[in-house]
């Protein structure tokens, strides 16, 4: 695929390209100052005190990166008159924010350039008549629990209220209700955003119906969308849900407690994750569990393989409202100066998958850690289920799956994480680690005759290719969606960070 440059911006990057870093941070300063006549309410620039909370609001250390400037809009009008600036400057390079929970570093923030942080536009709306929420695109997943709750209503969400709706939908989402009810972007029932050329537009099922299929899945290829209209949905009661931590003597049958859910019928209302969290100071694995299930007069269901599992070192289980549970865990989730980096993939279950990728995970990772104790690492190994795909063509998504796929039934996603304080020799060797891992459990899973190779973007790394996972034939769709709206491709060279259609190649 290729996307044709405008002259002016080759020109640009040509005579920037071609002198000192400093003149480059000169175009950057003069584009900020530009930006600074036509909003001036809302550029801030370093050492102040708005700058200065943007740069701290990122939860994991190593995003914390230092734009030129931050522009912060309020309204729609705002965001595309920054696009048309950021586009007609020519090479500005810029970054958008949600919620800021990518783990990659420069997918939502950026070192020499201008972020754009969506956090000023966290507005959410009920229409009541339609039970539709109108959300601004800067919200966090507590905004929207905050506002449906009292109207008896509630959302396909993050599970964790300080996750950001913006990247988290446009990624997929896999929330309390996702067994039921499918994928976080589904439940869109339309986009608001600013185009390359600052135009305002819809997609909906109705109108930019191509673009509208791209945006659930497509993560910031077509747009900077400015508010997501979803479909909430009666909340009938409490749910019953939380968390588990076993004693470490567990640890081999959490991971057959975890097979044995996945392989026995499906159950649409159990969701939730295992995981297992390996310290090196302590030299001991922690198995926990968080879990719920939406039908609580039928707990535990399928969950009850997992909540059976012995010895419990703490049993948190009780019942509460996806606003409780959300906002909960969001204290246990604080800001931490810890990096945290993650990748992920995808296998079909086996009886045997689970038990290998985790004797796998749990050989090596000691020496791996030992090696760099003094960052204070520790890792986690997650497995949890992946939503069930849209069962009729009326509001496709682009996620790759077609209505008759079950993954829901079939499929498990894993999650490797990464935590230690800042230290060149283990970021290096951590995010070394990430990929050896990934490459190791993908030969684990071929050799069990189990592989995948789906992706989930919002758990992938930098080096993965989720939007290659989606197939052929989808990802040609986005990149002929991305070259319909975007022809000169601003969103794909401008707008740094994130999985580009334009760098992604189908299996
Ligand atoms: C603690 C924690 C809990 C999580 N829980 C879940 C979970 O329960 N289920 C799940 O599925 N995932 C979960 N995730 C993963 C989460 O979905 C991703 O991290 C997601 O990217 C977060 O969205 P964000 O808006 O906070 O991210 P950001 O980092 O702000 O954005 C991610 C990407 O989206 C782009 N983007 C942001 N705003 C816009 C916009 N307005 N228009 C266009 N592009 C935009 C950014 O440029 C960036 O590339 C969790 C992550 C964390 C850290
Ligand atoms: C910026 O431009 C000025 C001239 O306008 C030049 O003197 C300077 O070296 C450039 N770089 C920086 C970092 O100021
Ligand atoms: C902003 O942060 C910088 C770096 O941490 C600090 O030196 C500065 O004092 C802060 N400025 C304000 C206004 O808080
Ligand atoms: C929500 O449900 C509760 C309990 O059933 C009820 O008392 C309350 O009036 C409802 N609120 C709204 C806004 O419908
Ligand atoms: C779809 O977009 C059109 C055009 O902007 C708009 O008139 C319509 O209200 C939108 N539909 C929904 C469901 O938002
Ligand atoms: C907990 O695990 C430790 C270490 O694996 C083991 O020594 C201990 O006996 C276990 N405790 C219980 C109650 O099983
Ligand atoms: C960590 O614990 C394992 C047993 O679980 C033990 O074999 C190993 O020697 C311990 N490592 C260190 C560094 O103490
Ligand atoms: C949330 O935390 C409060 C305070 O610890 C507790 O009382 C409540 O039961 C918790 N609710 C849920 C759903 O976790
Ligand atoms: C590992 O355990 C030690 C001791 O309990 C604790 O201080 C440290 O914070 C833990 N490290 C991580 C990264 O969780
Ligand atoms: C598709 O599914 C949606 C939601 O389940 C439903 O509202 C719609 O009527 C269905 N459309 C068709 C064509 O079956």
Not at 76 to 103: E, I, P
Request: proline share 6%; with cysteine.
């Amino acid at each position: 695929m290729h996307f044709s440059t405008p002259s002016r911006c080759l020109l640009s990057c040509l005579l920037f390209g071609a002198t000192t870093l400093a003149s480059r941070n000169n175009d950057t300063v003069s584009t900020c100052e530009a930006l600074s006549s036509i909003l001036p309410t809302e550029i801030f620039y370093p050492d102040t005190d708005t700058y200065n909370a943007s740069i701290s609001s990122y939860p994991f250390i190593q995003l914390r990166l230092h734009p030129t400037c931050i522009v912060r809009p309020k309204t729609a009008q705002d965001v595309s008159a920054a696009v048309n600036l950021l586009r007609d400057t020519g090479c500005t390079k810029f970054a958008v924010k949600g919620g800021g929970h990518n783990a990659n570093v420069g997918f939502n923030n950026i070192e020499d350039g201008v972020t754009i942080d969506m956090q000023s536009m966290n507005e959410v709306e009920v229409v009541e008549a339609t039970e539709v929420a109108r959300v601004g695109a800067g919200a966090l997943w507590q905004n929207v629990y905050d506002a449906v709750e009292p109207h008896n209503l509630t959302v396909l969400g993050g599970r964790i209220g300080v996750v950001g709706v913006a990247g988290f939908t446009t990624g997929g989402g896999v929330s309390f209700f996702s067994p039921s009810r499918g994928w976080a972007c589904d439940a869109v029932v339309n986009f608001e955003l600013v185009l390359a050329d600052g135009t305002i537009a819809n997609a909906n099922a109705t109108s930019n119906a191509d673009l509208y299929a791209a945006l659930k899945g497509g993560q910031n290829n077509f747009g900077i969308i400015t508010r997501f209209d979803l479909q909430a949905f009666p909340l009938e009661g409490p749910i019953w849900g939380g968390r588990i931590a076993f004693n470490s003597s567990a640890e081999a049958d959490l991971v057959s407690a975890f097979t044995e859910f996945k392989s026995s019928a499906y159950d649409p209302h159990a969701a939730g994750w295992v995981t297992w969290r390996y310290n090196v100071t302590t030299n001991q694995t922690t198995p926990t569990s968080i879990l719920w299930y939406t039908k609580p007069e039928q707990k535990p269901g399928a969950l009850k393989p997992i909540v059976e599992t012995k010895p419990q070192l703490m049993n948190g289980m009780t019942t509460g409202t996806p606003r409780e549970f959300a906002k909960n865990a969001s204290m246990v989730v604080k800001t931490s100066n810890l990096n945290t980096i993650w990748a992920t993939t995808t296998f079909k279950i086996s009886p045997r998958i689970c038990h290998r990728i985790h004797l796998a995970w749990k050989t090596a990772i000691p020496s791996l850690l030992s090696a760099h104790a003094s960052s204070n690492p520790a890792s986690e190994l997650t497995f949890q289920s992946i939503p069930p795909p849209p069962r009729n063509d009326s509001s496709p998504n682009s996620l790759g799956f077609s209505a008759t796929d079950t993954p829901e039934k079939d499929l498990v996603f894993l999650q490797i994480v990464f935590y230690y304080n800042t230290d060149a020799s283990a970021s290096k060797a951590f995010n070394a680690g990430l990929k050896d891992f990934i490459k190791m459990f993908d030969d684990i899973a071929e050799d069990e005759g189990v592989s995948s190779g789906w992706v989930y973007l919002n758990f992938a790394a930098r080096f993965q290719d989720p939007l290659g996972s989606y197939g052929r034939e989808q990802l040609g769709k986005l990149k002929r969606v991305a070259r319909k709206y975007d022809p000169r491709g601003l969103f794909q060279k401008q707008l740094v960070g994130g999985f580009k259609v334009s760098a992604a190649e189908a299996l």
